[in-house]
């Protein structure tokens, strides 16, 4: 049983070969850096699908938006999170037509105003496309966060947000959901420095909801609030998850019915050749499968275990890409980052947990990786029972 296993697999790596060697084999790959459902790692939205499941709803990954016609559902929500692509005017006219109509919701996250063009036109909400600064974050060195909260179900949540925008605009009948605080600046020219004509503010709109014949609808000036790696947060500092929750139930808005289908058709992807993925990753155990067969040729079968082993190994180690894994000096580096946030996180939203700190451990989390880890997880288990009190 065990040869004829090994005769088979032999089979399919020569008809892979083959296939490959006449063009007819080709592999595409999603950017680890999009934000497509697909996306398992830091940057995906593939927690956000998941996290949708979890809460009871239906989640489904398209691949056109022609599937919004034909999907069938008590409500459903259309999400596009930071798009690569814009959408084209067929597909605006789509969504416009189908929202308008009340027969679908939407989530838009987008920071760069890629959707502005469906966004400004069906909601009157824009998005303005240059990053959002906090003068208090660019002095501490962490120049692409700024902290905030949501207000959403009756609930609030502390937010921080990585490289956001800010939103313009405010239509009738629209209601802030998420905003950002502290000494603010749209930093048009991209310096890091509050240049003359970028004027300073207190406060700026991260997000809004607004309704529509029983749909609803939901734009973000920022899309890492619904990526993996906030999400699900890393080691003791508090994920977004609460935040995530609260946005899905409200555009849900209490039908368990619900479907959210997810586009992954606006995302670059990189095409491979197969062919010459395969010939240079084989050249070199070919070389040594050569030597080895013509010393052991008198052994019979066991020749083929050899020949197996050596074409095998290399394409397992093709399939098993390490997308969005960090080295380990990088993820202490990241999580250091992140820890310091947390310390202006909540002096911004008055929240009393720093007074259970002692200021030392404050002061030496902006300048220890392991003062900002203890940090984090004290106000980790503040937070948590801020929102969840016994």
């Not at 080895?292 to 019979?300: D, E």
């Not at 911004?348 to 392991?370: F, H, Q, T, W, Y």
Request: include cysteine.
């Amino acid at each position: 049983m065990r040869n004829k296993s090994l005769y088979l697999g032999l089979i399919i790596i020569v008809g892979l070969l083959g296939y490959a060697g006449i063009g007819g084999l080709s592999i595409e790959i999603q950017s680890s850096s999009s934000a497509s459902p697909m996306n398992m790692g830091l940057y995906g939205t593939s927690e956000l699908v998941s996290l949708a499941s979890r809460r009871g709803y239906k989640a489904s990954v398209i691949s056109s938006l022609q599937d919004l016609t034909s999907a069938k559902a008590g409500r459903i929500v259309y999400v596009l999170i930071a798009p690569d692509k814009p959408l084209t005017d067929s597909e605006i006219q789509l969504v416009e037509k189908l929202y308008r109509e009340g027969r679908i919701s939407l989530l838009i996250a987008d920071e760069l105003g890629v959707v502005n063009p469906l966004t400004e036109d069906l909601l009157g909400v824009a998005v303005n496309g240059s990053q959002l600064r906090d003068e208090n974050m660019v002095k501490l060195g962490l120049d692409n966060f700024v902290s905030g909260q949501c207000r959403i179900g009756g609930k609030t949540i502390p937010i921080v947000y990585s490289k956001p925008s800010a939103i313009t605009g405010m239509p009738r009948g629209a209601e802030p959901l998420c905003m950002a605080g502290g000494k603010l600046w749209i930093d048009v020219n991209a310096d890091d420095y509050r240049d003359e004509g970028e004027q300073l503010m207190s406060s700026a709109i991260m997000g809004v909801g607004l309704e529509n014949k029983g749909s609803r609808a939901v734009v973000l000036a920022d899309s890492s609030i619904l990526v993996n790696y906030m999400i699900q947060g890393i080691g003791s500092i508090p994920p977004t998850e609460k935040a995530a929750e609260e946005i899905l139930d409200w555009l849900a808005a209490g039908s368990k019915s619900t479907l959210f289908l997810f586009d992954n058709s606006h995302y670059k992807t990189t095409r491979y050749d197969a062919a010459r993925m395969l010939r240079s990753l084989l050249l070199a155990p070919q070389i040594i499968v050569q030597s080895i067969m013509s010393i052991a040729s008198a052994a019979g079968r066991a020749k083929y275990t050899l020949l197996a082993t050596m074409l095998i190994i290399p394409l397992a180690a093709l399939l098993m890409r390490p997308e969005g894994i960090l080295r380990e000096e990088g993820r202490g580096e990241w999580r250091w980052s992140l820890a310091k946030r947390m310390a202006m996180e909540i002096k911004s939203i008055g929240s009393p947990c720093p007074e259970r700190l002692s200021g030392r451990l404050v002061d030496n989390a902006l300048k220890n990786p392991k003062a900002a880890e203890r940090l984090a997880s004290h106000l980790s288990t503040c937070l948590e029972r801020q929102r969840n009190p016994e």
